[in-house]
């Protein structure tokens, strides 16, 4: 292998960075984040190594970046183009100005349905792409796996490859014209030679350059580039001899925008793509392929190949586990199973008529049959049932990536490729070169096209980097002796340009510099990646350098879970605590973000709400987790979790626990939020608007035995304004009224049910108690009737208020009040473990509420007693669909006057797996359909949208999906939902004309109960 070229990758801006960012502040409209929690935050993407930039510009326009071009170019700055930042190798990382795309440019400039083309800005995600492009029959179909998040320049700067890639090539096969600026500020389209007559001089003596280095390496090319599909490395050198065994054009004709995918950002700034579509399959089939071992699997993919599939995917013996371990998942892979199969492989056809697809599904089953494999295929013909199995795939690869410890799953040979028939072997010897390194990797993916990813388990603070490197040369050499490529789909960065040369040899390698030295003669442009590169064993420029050290840390909850190493080879974890984090687990909670972006999609589900509505880095969990992460290092001085960029990270964050549910590896920022609130709190004290809302459930009592006065801020004219300017509270906003008749005052302690089934322990919340009394009523009343012994929980004799109602400590968690919330946790604990202890379910109604019961209660030090109760503390509906399941339910419910419901889930319902319960109990009352909101946050969140900073953002969470969706629904259409601070957010923005009101779903039950 040919030693890397050593030009200093760090440019060094000294004083010129404040001037490079007054500069670009006076000729940009965009946001010029130089603080050092920008460039920290951009400092990442989703490989192993950090390198702090320059500075971030977030462009609003094509002109904004002409403009920082040009500047850079004067002050000999290097430019990086971002997209969404999920590369795997570290192409968007460097010491340059980074400029994100992905908020402003995402603009679909020009659409041809006839000639099935569109054009796009470089900051279009995928999936939006073909959410626009679904009403017209067509799609991109460079279906990455990251096709939420990734933007489509991400993609072409990649040459991204798909699932589907046997059917429709890479990035390369699908893009017909870009159009660039060069670091010099020339501006040219490149497409077709044909088509590239009139370019400008400069370019022309550009397009003269590259032809002759084609002409001169021809016979190098045929000899060095490898002849499979899936090659991502170097440029593409072979625009003008075709290698790839797709052509990059149907005819083989030069196209100069294809030497330009896949060039990192290294060559030009692509300000827009031009790409060629296709139309959306009409009918899908999937045969799941059983096999007794993966050796026979990875035999099989080349005969399952001829088949035409338009993929072939795998899934191993560790992932199937993994898959069955999940309740979610378990019927859905027991499904694709035949007995215990070593590997699965994921077979699907595609065609214009319903009988292609279904007949090629019958071709495989026979085809499996001729290779001694008769009985071995699960057809899938079924939509639904396909795509649930597609999801297992992902999940399974999330449980993979949520390993605790220092050692996690390292990407750096995940995508070499091989020819199909030496796949067999490769996967065996490889295993085996783990083993003998004293790792071990899953496999998966693309068995078409010869990529499965796999990632060994490396330790990256240890000894990793030896480990990486001993792999990764064991692992070339096979793909030399098999003439693969070892960059089969992530492309280079800086985890691969030292591989360059040994992939394509000297003269290729001098050839790629001549490239980059006819487009960007300054060295501009994403320095360091594909030509002069660095070793990928530079530890220093990795996450985690030599001498980084984590800051001691006294937390205040419990994150001992986190505080533990893995055994590479078994995955077996040490106990708690014993992981030598000095901050007692917060540290290697943190580090659980591996950057992979997921939190940046826009699609399905919570997360993350707060990016969903400025679009970010700051405000994503991605985001913040960085931002803790480098409070922990000292990167923002002492007393790190109180500095201000960890305030300003936080602060649009609503604690939606969206991100403890969905984020792959499991951070959960809410909790983070809680731990850095109390930090600061210790520090800088509480605003006192903060400490009136935390300290609710105290005064509480006084404020409803005068109800009129406490309502005087929404009753008097003038109030509301006085509340925003002294205390911070909207003016915009009303605020919850305050009842006389609270429901605690009035129910006696126990009711004894008509047939007294079981006893059931109704936890009634501050908010519940005090705002909206008629849902416990409600509540009281369906348990009746369903022949329960309901006992209303109230603390027991031996607590020293017993006349002060139980409060999950909610208020105060918010504000970081972790002592105060742990004093109110210990009185529920003590008030209802004796019911948990006699058999009683406890019953709550407000979700965040009731599940901090089964959430933070466990990780405030309060021992067994709050597990015990956590595992029988239940939402009403879950309670009682629960109880429907075990067909222990008598619910006499009748129809409704309503026919429709429309129900908007709560975060906390969401994260915790309640919504099916929702669903279930709903569906119980005769005749009504009812319609779950696909809603993220409704951006009211506690106290959040009440707050005066806030107001716009909690508007702007609600206008995203909820509140469209209410406006939309007929007028006798039940709205559902189960949070107090949805209901008060719905009622609120719906005020005046067209006014909604939502309920809690037990009111909805108690109607139904006809009496
Ligand atoms: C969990 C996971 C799964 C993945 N699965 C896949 C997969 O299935 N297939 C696959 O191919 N990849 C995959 N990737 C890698 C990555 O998601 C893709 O390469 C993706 O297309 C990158 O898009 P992005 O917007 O994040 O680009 P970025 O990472 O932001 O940028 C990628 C490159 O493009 C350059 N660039 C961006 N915009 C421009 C521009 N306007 N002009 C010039 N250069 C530009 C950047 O400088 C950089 O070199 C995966 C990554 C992760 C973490
Ligand atoms: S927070 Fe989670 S989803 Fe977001 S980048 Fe980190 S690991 Fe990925
Ligand atoms: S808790 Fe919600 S808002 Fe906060 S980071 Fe997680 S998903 Fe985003």
């Given at each position: 292998m040919s030693a890397p070229v050593t030009k200093p990758l760090v440019f060094h801006p000294g004083r010129s960075s404040g001037d490079l960012a007054a500069r670009l502040s006076r000729a940009v409209a965009g946001d010029v984040l130089f603080d050092a929690g920008s460039r920290g935050r951009y400092a990442t993407d989703a490989s192993i190594y950090q390198i702090e930039p320059v500075g971030v510009l977030v462009p609003k326009s094509a002109d904004d970046v002409r403009a920082a071009i040009a500047i850079c170019g004067e002050q000999g700055v290097p430019v990086l183009a971002r997209g969404a930042g999920t590369s795997q190798c570290g192409q968007t990382v460097g010491a340059a100005l980074v400029i994100d795309h992905s908020k402003h440019l995402s603009r679909i400039t020009g659409f041809d349905r006839d000639a099935m083309t569109v054009g796009v800005e470089p900051g279009v995600v995928l999936d939006q792409l073909n959410g626009w492009l679904k009403p017209h029959g067509l799609w991109f179909p460079v279906d990455v796996s990251t096709s939420a998040q990734a933007t489509l320049g991400g993609m072409a700067g990649n040459n991204s490859?798909?699932?589907?890639?046997?059917?429709?090539?890479?990035?390369?096969?699908?893009?017909?014209?870009?159009?660039?600026?060069?670091?010099?500020?020339?501006?040219?389209?490149?497409?077709?030679?044909?088509?590239?007559?009139?370019?400008?001089?400069?370019?022309?003596?550009?397009?003269?350059?590259?032809?002759?280095?084609?002409?001169?390496?021809?016979?190098?090319?045929?000899?060095?580039?490898?002849?499979?599909?899936?090659?991502?490395?170097?440029?593409?050198?072979?625009?003008?001899?075709?290698?790839?065994?797709?052509?990059?054009?149907?005819?083989?004709?030069?196209?100069?925008?294809?030497?330009?995918?896949?060039?990192?950002?290294?060559?030009?700034?692509?300000?827009?793509?031009?790409?060629?579509?296709?139309?959306?399959?009409?009918?899908?089939?999937?045969?799941?392929?059983?096999?007794?071992t993966l050796y026979t699997a990875m035999e099989s993919a080349r005969h399952l190949v001829a088949l035409r599939p338009s993929a072939v995917e795998l899934v191993d013996r560790t992932m199937i586990d993994l898959a069955r371990g999940n309740p979610a998942f378990r019927a859905v892979i027991d499904r694709a199973l035949i007995g215990e199969p070593d590997a699965i492989l994921l077979v699907?056809?595609?065609?214009?008529?319903?009988?292609?697809?279904?007949?090629?599904?019958?071709?495989?089953?026979?085809?499996?049959?001729?290779?001694?494999?008769?009985?071995?295929?699960?057809?899938?013909?079924?939509?639904?049932?396909?795509?649930?199995?597609?999801?297992?795939?992902?999940?399974?690869l999330n449980i993979m990536m949520s390993l605790k410890g220092d050692g996690k799953p390292v990407s750096f040979i995940e995508d070499c490729a091989v020819?199909?028939?030496?796949?067999?072997?490769?996967?065996?010897?490889?295993?085996?070169?783990?083993?003998?390194?004293?790792?071990?990797?899953?496999?998966?993916?693309?068995?078409?096209?010869?990529?499965?990813?796999?990632?060994?388990?490396l330790d990256m603070r240890r000894d990793g980097a030896t480990k990486m490197r001993a792999i990764a040369e064991e692992a070339s050499a096979m793909v030399r002796q098999y003439k693969g490529a070892f960059s089969g789909e992530h492309g280079d960065g800086l985890v691969r340009s030292e591989w360059v040369g040994w992939q394509f040899g000297p003269r290729l390698s001098r050839a790629f510099e001549e490239i980059k030295d006819l487009f960007?003669?300054?060295?501009?442009?994403?320095?360091?990646?594909?030509?002069?590169?660095?070793?990928?064993?530079?530890?220093?420029?990795?996450?985690?350098?030599?001498?980084?050290?984590?800051?001691?840390?006294?937390?205040?909850?419990?994150?001992?879970?986190?505080?533990?190493?893995?055994?590479?080879?078994?995955?077996?974890?040490?106990?708690?605590?014993?992981?030598?984090?000095?901050?007692?687990?917060?540290?290697?909670?943190?580090?659980?973000?591996?950057?992979?972006?997921?939190?940046?999609?826009?699609?399905?589900?919570?997360?993350?709400?707060?990016?969903?509505?400025?679009?970010?880095?700051?405000?994503?969990?991605?985001?913040?987790?960085?931002?803790?992460?480098?409070?922990?290092?000292?990167?923002?001085?002492?007393?790190?979790?109180?500095?201000?960029?960890?305030?300003?990270?936080?602060?649009?964050?609503?604690?939606?626990?969206?991100?403890?549910?969905?984020?792959?590896?499991?951070?959960?920022?809410?909790?983070?939020?809680?731990?850095?609130?109390?930090?600061?709190?210790?520090?800088?004290?509480?605003?006192?608007?903060?400490?009136?809302?935390?300290?609710?459930?105290?005064?509480?009592p006084w404020a409803a035995r005068v109800p009129r006065l406490a309502n005087l801020r929404d009753t008097l004219p003038g109030a509301a304004k006085l509340s925003e300017t002294w205390l911070g509270f909207s003016a915009q906003r009303s605020l919850p009224a305050w009842r006389r008749d609270t429901f605690l005052r009035r129910a006696s302690a126990e009711r004894e049910g008509a047939a007294a089934n079981a006893e059931v322990v109704l936890f009634v919340d501050t908010f519940t108690n005090y705002f909206e009394p008629e849902n416990a009523h409600a509540a009281i009343k369906v348990l009746d009737a369903a022949g329960y012994r309901v006992h209303v929980a109230r603390a027991d004799g031996a607590d020293t208020e017993p006349s002060r109602p139980l409060c999950c400590g909610r208020t105060y968690l918010a504000a970081g009040l972790v002592d105060e919330a742990r004093a109110e946790a210990r009185r529920v604990v003590a008030a209802l473990l004796p019911h948990v202890e006699r058999g009683a379910a406890i019953v709550g109604l407000e979700p965040s509420c009731l599940l901090s019961l089964r959430d933070e209660f466990l990780v405030m030090g309060l021992g067994e007693a709050a597990q015990r109760l956590s595992e029988n503390a239940f939402l009403i509906e879950e309670f009682l669909a629960r109880e429907h399941r075990a067909a222990r339910l008598r619910l006499p419910l009748v129809a409704l006057p309503q026919k429709r419901a429309l129900l908007h889930a709560h975060c906390h319902q969401k994260a915790f797996d309640a919504v099916a319960p929702l669903q279930q109990v709903l569906a119980l009352i005769p005749g009504l359909a009812v319609e779950l909101v696909e809603t993220s946050c409704c951006g009211m969140a506690g106290s959040f949208g009440y707050d005066a900073a806030h107001y716009d953002v909690s508007v702007r969470m609600a206008e995203a999906a909820l509140l469209p969706a209410v406006r939309a629904a007929a007028p006798d259409t039940l709205i559902v939902a189960d949070g107090t601070s949805c209901r008060h957010q719905i009622a609120d923005l719906t005020r005046g004309a067209g006014a909604r009101d939502a309920i809690h779903v037990v009111r909805v039950l108690e109607r139904a109960l006809g009496r």
């Open positions: 490859c798909g699932s589907r890639s046997i059917a429709y090539g890479n990035m390369v096969h699908n893009v017909l014209a870009i159009d660039v600026t060069l670091s010099d500020g020339t501006e040219a389209r490149f497409g077709p030679e044909r088509e590239m007559g009139a370019a400008p001089p400069r370019v022309g003596e550009l397009l003269r350059g590259l032809r002759a280095i084609g002409a001169r390496e021809q016979d190098e090319i045929e000899r060095n580039v490898p002849k499979v599909l899936r090659r991502v490395g170097g440029y593409n050198i072979d625009v003008c001899c075709p290698q790839s065994e797709r052509p990059y054009t149907s005819d083989e004709s030069v196209n100069y925008a294809h030497l330009l995918v896949g060039s990192e950002g290294t060559l030009a700034w692509m300000r827009e793509l031009t790409l060629k579509l296709a139309p959306l399959p009409a009918h899908r089939t999937l045969g799941v392929v059983n096999f007794p699907e056809f595609i065609g214009e008529t319903r009988e292609d697809p279904l007949r090629r599904l019958r071709d495989l089953v026979a085809l499996m049959g001729d290779l001694g494999l008769p009985g071995s295929v699960v057809e899938m013909t079924d939509a639904g049932a396909q795509r649930a199995l597609w999801e297992v795939r992902k999940a399974g020819p199909l028939p030496h796949l067999a072997e490769y996967v065996d010897r490889l295993t085996q070169v783990f083993a003998r390194h004293g790792t071990r990797g899953t496999w998966y993916a693309h068995a078409s096209v010869g990529t499965l990813h796999v990632r060994p388990i960007d003669p300054a060295g501009l442009m994403n320095p360091g990646k594909i030509v002069r590169g660095t070793r990928m064993d530079d530890a220093s420029l990795f996450r985690f350098p030599p001498g980084h050290r984590t800051q001691p840390l006294e937390t205040a909850l419990d994150w001992s879970a986190w505080d533990v190493q893995n055994d590479a080879v078994t995955g077996a974890l040490t106990p708690p605590g014993t992981g030598g984090d000095p901050a007692q687990g917060f540290g290697k909670a943190v580090e659980m973000c591996n950057n992979n972006g997921h939190c940046r999609k826009f699609d399905a589900g919570t997360m993350c709400p707060s990016y969903r509505a400025t679009r970010d880095e700051q405000h994503l969990t991605r985001g913040r987790a960085n931002t803790l992460r480098l409070a922990l290092s000292g990167r923002f001085g002492p007393d790190a979790l109180a500095s201000e960029p960890v305030r300003a990270a936080l602060d649009l964050c609503v604690s939606c626990k969206g991100c403890r549910r969905e984020c792959p590896t499991g951070v959960d920022m809410a909790k983070m939020k809680i731990e850095a609130l109390h930090q600061r709190q210790r520090a800088h004290g509480l605003p006192f608007r903060d400490r009136l809302i935390a300290h609710l459930p105290r005064w509480a």
